[in-house]
């Protein structure tokens, strides 16, 4: 619980005039020299998350960690943006443009240059796929979920920035068939298409907990136990799920599903009478109760069960993309992204009784967002162009009680370390070897990487789809750097590979050594690894490749390369 | 070679390379004198050693080999606890399981049967009908957690949810309790068959499930790589990572540093034999059934029997809101065959009374029969059965009412279950973990032992 974040609202809201003449009489800390330094590239949203975060650390008096090196700074941002690390060539690139503003060059080159168009879109596809649908959705033999069709779809929306309010609207009242190819094909049917069972209650669970960071399958059954939502919450957001069906056809003689379709039929309600549709659920008492389709503010719409009068998803659709609740649960989604801690914890659970840790700058920035068309490419760019995400991920005596993980409420008074998500590490593997530039075709890439993310993937095989993943560093995980297929490709020797271009190139062992760092970790390897690698040499008899390929190994394995930090 | 030196510190080299950082450049060279390296800073010496060891081709691995070999294997089963969690993924329907209501409107088509123990249970479980004498049914469970999720959470830690910290999983906390005198063991101490299980929460990633399938098949074991190549590559890897720990960036690049360690030893240990099931004879696979499920439990005695503390087996598909009769006559003859297979062979090695076995899932399923005949979701009144250890055996404990809605004894809860089986084990109740926020937290979330689970 951010127990404390009542106090800071009040502080901020309440003695900005006093915080202001604070900082004139703090003249002990590096603290205000930081301040003074510190760039907000002219964008005034920069400028007001660095002010609020600064505020907090004030509050708490703890100052913030050093700023990242470049190199670290130009690698996190590569992974948070476009999803793998940056080539040596862009690493090079970066280290040594001399500009000022070459930071916000940098991010407004991943976000708008169309040399990244398919970059950017596939990393937000991969990030929403899984949102949507769990690493597992639509790979079993015989789902309805047709998981490249939403692919498809989530990738012409990000490849063409579709507006997020646009986007939120679609996928809530999509209808049409799931499969690229067929006759009124519409990819964003995915999201709802696997989750119509047992009188969509998951779509209800689904579609409050990712757009508007509610959390409301637990009052399926009871009223909340911390808050005061109750049960009929549940049963009136459901209410809008009840014109939705599905039609299969069916590969002949099969239970493969060929193609399905997602479509709206008239309700006739529970109780038999379709003017006033009308469903039941049942108290914990045993009592019946009724409930229509009402949003989560209250507000209600008609009751006829004729989509030709009330098409009720649609009708969710405008009452979603309308409520201040989408833009909020996007901003901590999207803070999360590059944070590592969303401003409540979990991300999605923005329920009333679970105070955010930034509560006005949550608020600022959901309003910024609507003010500025929804343009998500925009809020990705006050943030990563923040003063919090230029930290180094070193903590200091004054901030290292600055721990998530400990259950206090983040601070962001440095980065929080963290695992690259089974894709990144995927795409930088795959970057970092060069082996980009010879891929197959997009569907084909996009399927050898699904197959390999399986085996970090367990179904529960129940109703609601709940997966696991063993890609959390664990030994799996371990074993799989160690001796997997992928890492075998990228440390592999063949003629043409990068470990044999660069081995059979005429840098010096040196620089030869020095590549591999920078490709890995983006530095340079200190004195002492120098010395091991040299003793490496050594070892292999002057077999400067089978060398490489040992450092190569070890540096693919660190933690210095699988943390983004 | 001097062999014990090198591998008596094993478990405690990850604590003291952190705290002993020689400033000096010592030479130790290779006994075939290819390689002479300076101890890495911020690496023990003995730690160093281990490595340069390593170095020499498969040393570390023969040397394993033959002390596990002549390591009292007997010695090992006899004094060492262990636990079999059979986890019904999806909630089971316990009311037509283990507690059935013949002529009750709740009933549903099935017959009680009679047992070699004081209990009665599904027509459908014949075999294990012949073994309930080893087992016990606890009937009057009482939780309220009926989402999967959140049950599935809840039953294996003991726990709710709680956004704010991560509770150990059964698995965890029991392979953490009873991981003395397995100094030898190098397979991870808690192994999950077939399914996810928990995770090991704030115990950390050490205790985490290794997750294998119910063949027993683990991927990218080889390295497929020869010679020293491996030890020499560690050196190298774990120069990198005392670099980057020593920059004070969190626990998480400490953790990972015990997770290379055990992956190390992993990839060297004959004690992998241990996964192969289908090196058991035929008849004896035949006997536990052809499933996955079947394939995991006789996994699950293999591993108790190389010394494997905890073994989860995950058998899914209980989550029948329709059609749930027909269903339930398939799931449960292979969940019959499997099991019955299981505990017999426990039982005829004389590991029963050192194994406990636990057989549940989230939660059961409602009395009332929906209109797609099948059973919801129901925590209120439900059953699990365990057996083995110290437990009592061939009884029921507790009763529900007339038509399977309540209990009308005393209700068990998770915690209680837990705390039970902890007894059974010998582990002290007593025991209190620290949290991360370093909130004490005591095992089994001090649940009340079921005393009429012990004699």
């Known amino acids: 619980m951010w127990l404390n974040s009542n106090t800071v609202q009040f502080f901020v809201r309440r003695h900005t005039v006093f915080a202001v003449a604070l900082f004139g009489l703090c003249l002990l800390t590096r603290w205000v020299a930081a301040v003074d330094t510190v760039n907000d590239f002219g964008i005034p949203q920069v400028a007001e998350i660095n002010r609020q975060i600064r505020g907090v650390w004030q509050e708490y008096e703890m100052s913030a960690s050093p700023p990242a090196t470049e190199g670290e700074w130009c690698r996190r941002v590569h992974l948070d943006l476009i999803g793998r690390i940056p080539t040596v060539h862009e690493l090079d690139a970066y280290l040594n443009a001399p500009v000022k503003t070459k930071r916000a060059d940098l991010v407004k080159k991943l976000l708008y240059d169309d040399s990244y168009v398919a970059e950017y879109a596939r990393h937000w596809t991969t990030n929403w796929t899984n949102l949507l649908i769990g690493r597992s959705g639509g790979t079993a033999n015989g789902s309805v979920i047709d998981r490249a069709g939403l692919q498809k779809y989530l990738r012409d929306s990000f490849a063409q920035d579709k507006p997020y309010d646009r986007f939120v609207y679609e996928l809530i009242s999509a209808d049409g068939s799931n499969t690229p190819g067929a006759a009124g094909f519409n990819g964003a049917v995915n999201f709802l298409i696997g989750k119509l069972d047992e009188n969509a209650a998951q779509a209800t669970a689904d579609t409050s907990r990712i757009f508007l960071g509610m959390q409301v399958q637990c009052t399926q059954c009871h009223n909340h136990p911390f808050n005061n939502w109750k049960q009929a919450k549940f049963w009136e957001m459901n209410a809008f799920f009840r014109q939705t069906v599905v039609a299969r056809q069916f590969e002949t003689g099969t239970r493969m599903v060929r193609v399905a379709e997602l479509t709206n039929q008239d309700f006739a309600g529970e109780g038999g009478q379709p003017l006033e549709a009308e469903i039941y659920y049942e108290l914990r008492n045993g009592l019946l109760k009724v409930a229509y389709p009402v949003f989560v503010d209250g507000t209600e719409v008609g009751r006829s069960g004729f989509v030709s009068d009330v098409n009720r998803r649609e009708e969710l659709a405008d009452l979603v993309v309308g409520s201040p609740y989408m833009s909020e649960a996007a901003v901590n989604r999207m803070w999360a992204h590059f944070l590592g801690y969303g401003f409540t914890k979990p991300v999605d659970d923005m329920r009333p009784d679970n105070i955010p840790s930034h509560p006005e700058l949550l608020d600022y920035l959901a309003r910024e967002l609507a003010s500025h068309r929804f343009e998500l490419k925009q809020l990705m760019q006050w943030i990563a162009l923040s003063e919090p995400y230029s930290l180094s991920s070193r903590m200091t005596r004054s901030n290292v009680s600055d721990d998530p993980q400990m259950g206090n409420a983040p601070r962001f008074s440095h980065f929080y370390l963290r695992q690259m998500q089974a894709e990144q590490l995927y795409e930088s593997l795959i970057t970092a070897t060069q082996a980009h530039k010879t891929r197959s075709s997009y569907e084909q890439q996009e399927t050898d990487k699904n197959v390999w993310l399986q085996q970090f993937v367990s179904a529960f095989g129940t109703d609601e789809g709940g997966e696991s993943t063993t890609f959390n560093g664990s030994i799996q995980q371990a074993l799989m750097l160690f001796n997997g297929d992928l890492i075998k490709r990228a440390t592999s020797l063949d003629q043409g590979g990068f470990l044999h271009t660069i081995a059979s190139g005429n840098l010096s062992n040196v620089r030869k050594i020095n590549y591999l760092y920078m490709a890995g970790l983006a530095r340079r390897p200190t004195q002492q690894e120098k010395f091991a690698a040299n003793q490496l040499l050594l070892a292999r008899q002057g077999d400067v490749t089978a060398a490489l390929q040992d450092i190569w190994w070890a540096i693919l394995n660190s933690n210095e390369f699988i943390l983004n930090h | ?455």
């Not at chain 2, 997770?259 to 992993?266: D, P, Q, V």
Request: contains cysteine; charged residues 20%; proline residues 5%.
């Open chain 2, 1 to 455: 070679m001097n062999s014990s030196s090198i591998t008596d510190g094993l478990n405690t080299e990850y604590c003291v390379r952190r705290m002993e950082q020689p400033k000096t450049e010592s030479q130790t060279s290779r006994k075939d004198g290819t390689m002479s390296q300076r101890i890495p800073d911020g690496m023990t010496r003995r730690h160093f050693m281990r490595h340069m060891a390593g170095a020499s081709a498969w040393t570390i691995p023969a040397l394993t080999l033959g002390r596990s070999l002549q390591l009292h294997a007997a010695d090992l089963r006899q004094r060492h606890k262990s636990a079999i969690l059979l986890w019904m993924s999806g909630g089971p329907s316990t009311i037509d399981i283990w507690d059935l209501k013949p002529g009750a409107t709740t009933g549903g088509p099935f017959r009680p049967m009679s047992t070699s123990g004081d209990v009665q249970i599904c027509e459908h479980m014949p075999q294990m009908a012949e073994l309930m004498h080893h087992m016990t049914i606890v009937r009057s469970m009482s939780t309220s957690e009926a989402d999967h999720g959140r049950g599935r959470y809840y039953m294996h830690t003991g726990y709710k949810p709680n956004p704010n910290i991560e509770h150990p999983s059964y698995g965890s906390v029991l392979s953490h309790e009873l991981r003395e005198g397995r100094e030898e063991l190098e397979i991870p101490p808690f192994v999950s068959v077939g399914g996810g299980s928990v995770g090991p929460g704030f115990l950390g990633m050490a205790w985490s499930p290794f997750t294998v399938t119910s063949g027993g098949r683990i991927r990218n074991l080889e390295m497929g790589i020869k010679d020293n190549r491996l030890a020499d590559r560690m050196n190298m890897l774990y120069l990198i990572e005392n670099n980057f720990d020593r920059q004070k960036r969190g626990s998480a690049s400490q953790e990972h540093f015990k997770i290379l360690e055990k992956t190390e030893r992993l990839m060297t240990s004959p004690q992998m034999e241990a996964f192969k099931v289908r090196q058991e004879p035929q008849q004896v696979q035949d006997r536990y059934g052809a499933s996955g499920f079947g394939r995991g439990c006789l996994l699950a005695r293999r591993l108790v029997e190389a010394g494997v503390p905890f073994v989860e087996v995950d058998f899914g598909g209980w989550d029948n809101h329709s059609g749930i009769f027909p269903a339930l006559e398939t799931k449960l003859a292979t969940l019959d065959q499997g099991m019955s297979a299981l505990i017999s062979d426990l039982e005829q090695r004389g590991l029963l009374g050192d194994t406990a076995i636990i057989w549940m899932g989230e939660f059961g399923r409602t009395p009332r029969i929906n209109g797609n005949a099948g059973r919801d979701h129901w925590a209120r009144s439900w059953s699990v059965a365990v057996g083995g250890g110290d437990l009592q055996r061939g009884i029921a404990i507790g009763e529900t009412n007339q038509d399977g809605t309540r209990v009308e004894s005393e209700p068990y809860t998770s915690q209680d279950l837990m705390a039970s089986i902890c007894k059974a084990l010998g582990i002290s109740l007593e025991t209190t973990f620290t949290s991360n926020e370093g909130r004490p937290m005591k095992i089994a979330n001090s649940g009340k032992v079921i005393t009429e689970l012990f004699g």
